[in-house]
């Protein structure tokens, strides 16, 4: 039996954070992963044969997404800082 699931990440500010993510993270997808990004959002969905394999799957991928938003976050507030620091 397979069991599907898809995760969708909304990007409700505008910022393409969402996309970076998905992008950043596409290169360690297993072969039952498939990403699709969209303006605004991005899929992954993912296929597996076992409910463990999928738990563990999901918390992998949601704890690489959440260290994947702070460093872009980071990211932007040390360039914004920069910037202040020119004007």
């Given amino acids: 039996m397979k069991i599907r ?3 969708e990440f909304i ?10 993510i998905a992008r950043s993270l596409a290169p360690d997808n297993l072969t ?3 990403t699709e990004v969209c303006r605004g959002s991005a899929k992954i969905h993912i296929s597996t044969e076992k409910i463990t394999s999928l738990i ?7 704890m690489n997404a959440k260290v ?8 932007k507030r040390c360039e ?3 910037r202040d620091q020119w004007e």
């Fill in 56 to 62: 563990a799957t999901l918390d992998d991928l949601l």
């Fill in 68 to 75: 994947a938003e702070e460093v872009l976050q980071e990211a």
């Fill in 32 to 34: 039952s992963m498939h």
């Fill in 11 to 20: 990007d409700e500010d505008a910022s393409r954070i969402t996309e970076k």
């Fill in 5 to 7: 699931t898809t995760i």
């Fill in 80 to 82: 914004k800082g920069k």
